[in-house]
């Protein structure tokens, strides 16, 4: 019957409409007029000129670099935090109001981690075991570095230089106009000569009116989507509200002070580095550019208690242990994660991404490189 | 059989009404007519379709085929200008168990955004004044009885004035008195004009309040008009009561009437009875009632009764829907 | 129903009271905050009931709109009222709607009551770090129950669909319940990932967003345009099928 039909029309017509508007609201906004031809010195000249020190805006990331998801915001360690960092999916609120003035807060679900900066005030804060640290930083820390030599360069010079230096390994081109956070931005594409390392392209989006990169997207060999991306999904160029960056910790806080070394302290090397490079333990480095590997000597790198014996402890390596800030948690969550991730190759583990392999021999050393496996074992056997 | 009315003074009208669950159909090409006025008896055994004829009458339920015509408008495109204009019971009375009588009536009647709100409370109640509810207005409907529980029913269709009830067997569930009580209440509603439809699988009851029926069978309608019209739609037949029943069955058979034993046995003294068509009706021979009498004599039958009998209603209804408790299916 | 839902703060409020202590970070998120400040049973309470109890009673409420008129077979004498298909059909949906605003907002108000009445009250410390005072706090909560409301405007109209497909109120709710269980455990499988911006129950945690500062109003916005995409869906499902529905009930 027709009047049956007629009836069900809204039923059709309702998701047709949906689907049809997700389509085009999905599809690269060519609107507005493209962006003029630029070529990549002009590109990274606008980036170096840029002078956007105010905005807000959000951040959105991503991974797909085949690791496996760490629990967010499990703990306050900045060891861990990296990685965690790199391995799921982020949104983080960027405000930054001049030099001197920026907060970042990476969203978790029913948590929030922040870094705060006012001035000299040097605020971090975690919601999830509500957790703060400060740090006061020296009053002339910015003027030194401005200060700094060999830094004074303009930016004509710096571009010059940065494709002087990228000139062997990597082809810079610009690749057509892409639309980042509503924005048109030129789409800065640093492809790898080389065939040795297993990054296919870095793209980096600029602004088309500011010169202010807006995202940046690594692709890896074979892998159609972004092995790692991170841009901007909104972005404001406006100063934020100034409350934003005023920050007392909440009352009920455990707060933790964390010593800036002094002037000439923070000149020299990190206390720790230096330790670790006197001892012998500073990686080297074998091969250039992209296919560059680095070999940390036995030792350097922290390693799971049991990592030549195979089996995980399961007392140390749930990674979901409380208590997780102190070194000891810190280090059982990087075995888990290694534990998870690595294969045995022969001659020791393989943690491998698309982006990064890590080759953990036998003998303790560590190999890490954007190469493949064969590359790592062949720097690996002395010549 | 049905008298000529003009289409504009029928208060309902189906033709070739069909609905099928199924593969079973379960109205099939019912030509209903009801008279402005008139209080029309639908009758029919259970299962024969009636109240599935009554849903698809006020818009419940889409034909299969056919259409219906509701106070001279097309159904269900005009649903919404002729159902305030129609008070029904359907399938037995509903309500909200944990609502009192009276605002389960409240509450049918504001579903209604054509009726004023300010006269809801008195139309409420006089509608249960009219059932014989007052008294029981305020009891939550979980307490009713079944008769109670049927007279609400009737009251939510007295709510408005109404210009065509449609009672789906109104006298369900009632006592003798509550069945009087209805029966003079159908009939006051036809006084004030009203055209009352009622569907009833009970002879005794349509026999005793309609001006007009219609007869059910298996989805089919099988017979309706004015109560005199069905009557004289059965033949009268003659009765002879004789203990020479083989004779007399010979003679009534060269006569061209077609006599049948009497399924009741035999008569006082010993004698038998015989049924017959009465002559003179279409194609049953030319002899006159007097006629028959006289051959029967003659050929030396002992004629202890004879009488011409006026077939009677449920007769008629029997024939027509068949007789005993199988539900047709 | 809605006394049910505010048992959940009561039971919260009175466990927390009578326990110890709560180490941080365990349980629920906010759980251990609660003690410090009472308005936080509010928050607790509506994060509790989000996966289920806010779900289950929608989705019985939205489930037994139309198949409930059905089951006691008041809906054809409404319908020969008449009421109007249509009009009965945005009824109904309306008071599923009030049943999703009035669940949240009774979780949350009798949870800052409570919490009020058990334990000191005071500036609220947000995700980020941030205090706000009591009254801005309590803005917030009516907030987070304005975003659960909006939340539970799709499965209501999944419900109210549901129940037009049936006579049986019971079947309307347990599918409408499942419906949004599944949509959970769905939201919940990595591989599944490209599906679950789809799901209505994939913002539902998200009403987090607003306990930060300043209030990300993405996550609101995104839910709103995906609740009405759902309404938008579910009621012309529940339409269509109303309207052509034969009544024999
Ligand atoms: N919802 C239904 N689904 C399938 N068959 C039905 C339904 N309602 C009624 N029927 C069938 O239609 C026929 C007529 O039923 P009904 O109209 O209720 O009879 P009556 O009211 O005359 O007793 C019956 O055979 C019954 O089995
Ligand atoms: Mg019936």
Redesign the interface.
Known sequence: ?TR?WLRWMPAAVVPAVIAAGVLSGSLPASAGDPLPEKTPRQVLLMVAQHGEKSLSGTLEQTSQMGLPELPKAGAGSPETAWLELLTGPHTARVYLDGPEKARVQIMDRMAERNAVRNGDELWFYNSKDNTAAHAQLPADADGRHEARPGTATTPEELADKLLAKLDASTEVTVGTDVQVAGRSAYNLLLTPTSDATLVDSVAIAVDGETGLPLGVEVKARGQAEPAFSVAYTSLTLEAPDAAIFNFTPPPGATVEEIPVPDHKAAAALPPSDAAAAKAGKRPTVTGTGWASVLEFPAGAVALPGKAQGGAPDPATANPLRPGTSDPEGTRTVAAALLEQAAVAVPGGRLVSTSLVNVLILNDGRVLAGSVPLERLQAAATPR | MTAAVPATELSIETTGLSKRFGHQLAVDGVDLAVPKGSVFGFLGPNGSGKTTTI?LM?????PTGGSVRLLGEDMPRQ??GV??R?G?L???P????FLSGAANLHR??A???HVPAATRKARVRSALERVGLTHAADKKVRAYSLGMKQRLGIA?ALLAPRDLLILDEPTNGLDPQGTREVRSLVRSLAADGATVFVSSHLLAEVEQICTHAAIMSAGRLVAQGTLEELRQGGQARIRVVTPDAGTAAEVLSRLGLSAATSPGGAAPGGGGVLYAPLPGAAGNGEAAPEAVVAALVAAGVRVRGFAIEQVSLEDRFVALTGEGFDVVQ | MLCALAAIPILIAVAVRLSSSVPPGRGPAFLDRITQNGLFVGVTAMLVSVPLFLPLTVGVVAGDTVAGEAG???L?????????RV??LLVKYAGAVAFAVAAPLVVALVGAGIGAALFPVGPVTLLSGDSIGAAEALQRLLLIAAYLAVSLMGLSAIGLFMSTLTDVPVGAMASTVVLSVVSQVLDALPQLEWLHPWLFSHYWLDFADLLRQPIAWESFLTNALLQGGYVAVFGALAYGRFV?K???S
């Open positions: 019957m049956t | 849903r006020l818009g419940l339920a889409v649903l919404h159902l305030p129609v029904a359907v399938e037995g509903a309500f909200y168990p049918f009647d579903a209604d955004p939510n | 006691l077979g008041t054809r004498y409404l319908l020969v009222a008449p009421a109007g009009r009965l052509t034969d009544v024999l």
